[in-house]
């Protein structure tokens, strides 16, 4: 390992590096090793993981579109006390927006790879835990532009796993809101990664986007506010996880082998 590094490396090893890592490349010779693998081909197994992940959510967006039952949508809290409003549209382009610019600031910045390499190790548990979600109870969907009576037949090809994941509007897929994640991740990683106060206002925006899912019926409350509760939760876990080694070897051993793998994908110079 050079002797000699920049300042952004430095600030990235004695920053954002956790204790973990550290004590990772101490005790097992085979991490210390791969460390010196490029940061790029790295975050490709991140994606890697991620693309697994997304094949499971297309599966059970196909299950859950042929299984949602025939019936009224459940009754709900705020959806009685205010009116459906038709504007799916713009809340779909909020969350674009807010993804795309969070996507720019890290891009921009020299610890890019840890920050895509961070998120995407929370993101994949979350999805995973939505899958279980979804195919785990069948809800009748509360927006008018999914109608009880539908195709019930179960499909699994690729073009209807790219349709599903990236075709528009799926119906079915309750409980945990996968456009909640996508409001609340560019607010968490701001606030945790750059400017605090931008990133409060990320975090405002995302709950106003998350609200408007109920408004517009994408989502019961209930699957909004699991949803925040989930992510939230689960990004400062990991990441106090990530600063306190002590709570690692805490985890079951299926949990801690997944946080060996993660914690070795941040190790190593912002090279690439």
């Given amino acids: 390992m050079q002797t000699t590094r920049s300042k952004s490396q430095m ?11 550290i004590e990772i490349e101490m005790e097992k010779g085979f991490f210390r090793k ?3 693998y490029s940061n790029i081909l790295k975050t490709m197994l991140n994606v890697l993981i991620i693309l697994i992940v997304h094949t499971g959510t297309g599966i059970a967006l196909i299950l859950t579109m042929a299984k949602r039952p025939a019936l009224p949508s459940l009754p709900d809290t705020l959806q009685n006390l205010i009116p459906y409003m038709p504007y799916e549209k713009y809340v779909n382009i909020l969350m ?15 610890r890019r ?9 929370v993101y994949s548990l979350l999805s995973f835990l939505r ?3 979804m195919t785990s109870t069948y809800l009748p969907d509360p927006s008018p532009n999914c109608p009880a009576i539908h195709d019930t037949t179960v499909e699994i090809s690729i073009p209807r796993l790219w349709k599903a994941l990236f075709g ?4 079915g897929d309750m409980i945990y809101s996968g456009h909640t994640m996508g409001f609340m991740f560019p607010g968490l990683i701001h606030h945790r990664f750059f400017n605090k106060k931008l990133g409060v206002l990320y975090l405002v925006l995302g709950f106003i986007g998350s609200f408007s899912l109920i408004l517009t019926r994408f989502h019961y409350t209930v699957d909004v506010l699991l ?8 990004w400062f876990t990991y990441n106090l996880i990530c600063e306190h080694p002590s709570l690692y070897k805490s ?3 299926w949990l801690s082998r997944y946080f060996y793998f993660m914690e070795w994908s941040e190790m190593g110079e912002e090279r690439d």
């Fill in 11 to 21: 600030d990235l090893r004695s920053e954002d590096r956790s204790p973990l890592v």
């Fill in 168 to 171: 528009g509007i799926t119906c």
């Fill in 131 to 133: 899958v279980l979600t």
């Fill in 96 to 110: 674009l927006a807010m993804m795309v610019s969070e996507f720019i600031f890290i891009a921009c910045d020299s």
């Fill in 227 to 234: 949803s925040i509760i989930l992510t939230t939760t689960m």
């Fill in 34 to 36: 791969a460390s010196k």
């Fill in 113 to 121: 790879w840890f920050i895509y390499r961070r998120t995407l190790a």
């Fill in 251 to 253: 985890l079951p051993a």
